[in-house]
């Protein structure tokens, strides 16, 4: 795949996928900055999922302590 400029997008590392799909459950996602990125689904996903699990965990834990 290549870019507007010919040259070839770099790999992403892990914490530019985190912070990919960090932003994108925001939807604060600029669009011209991961076009650079080469990802792969399976980051996304493995990424994506992680993710929502420490969300979910985050927001239980919030209301057990409430709740106490």
């Known amino acids: 795949m290549e870019s507007v400029m010919g040259e ?7 914490f530019q996928v ?5 932003s994108a459950f925001l939807g604060i996602r ?3 900055e991961h076009e650079k990125l080469e990802v792969s689904p399976l ?3 493995i990424v994506g999922v992680m993710a ?3 969300f979910v ?4 834990s919030v209301v ?3 709740i106490r």
């Open 8 to 14: 070839k997008p770099s790999k992403a590392t892990l």
């Open 18 to 22: 985190l912070l990919m799909v960090l």
């Open 30 to 32: 600029k669009r011209t």
């Open 43 to 45: 980051q996304v996903i």
């Open 52 to 54: 929502a699990a420490l």
């Open 57 to 60: 965990l985050t927001v239980v």
């Open 64 to 66: 057990q302590l409430v």
